[in-house]
């Protein structure tokens, strides 16, 4: 079941000794929209082509505890690729791992963690 994670959790996760790719992966879904900036070490698989991209997520991630999903604000994008993700590898795997959705997305994140460079990079301002 997907579940919901606010920003200052996801902050504790990444600066925790967690290892990225390895312990956690964020996974951003946003779509030319990512061009903004994003959340150190994210992976962006756009939503737009998450279907055909989400098998290959699945075993490349089989192994990964933890999977945060986000989109610009995480009421669609975010949770919709969150969900198939889900499902596949359920499907596919064991359901030994938890599945979270960014809650406020990356705008909300975005703002309030910009000027921190372990966990927001490429900013621009002019885009949000």
């Not at 200052?8 to 061009?35: G, H």
């Not at 969900?83 to 997305?105: C, F, K, P, S, W």
């Amino acid at each position: 079941m997907v579940q919901g994670i606010i920003g200052s959790e996801l902050v504790k996760l990444i600066k925790s000794a967690q290892v990225p790719d390895k312990d956690y992966l964020i996974v951003d879904v946003r779509d030319e929209d990512w061009k903004g900036g994003n959340i150190k070490g994210s992976r962006n698989y756009p939503s737009q082509r998450f279907l055909l991209e989400v098998d290959d997520l699945v075993k490349r991630t089989k192994d990964v505890p933890i999977m945060i999903f986000h989109c610009a604000l995480s009421q669609e994008r975010g949770p919709k690729a969150a969900r198939i993700y889900e499902e596949t590898r359920n499907a596919l795997h064991d359901a030994n791992h938890t599945v979270y959705v960014l809650q406020g997305g990356f705008v909300q994140f975005g703002q309030s963690y910009k000027d921190d460079p372990e966990l927001v990079e490429n900013w621009r301002e002019v885009i949000w």
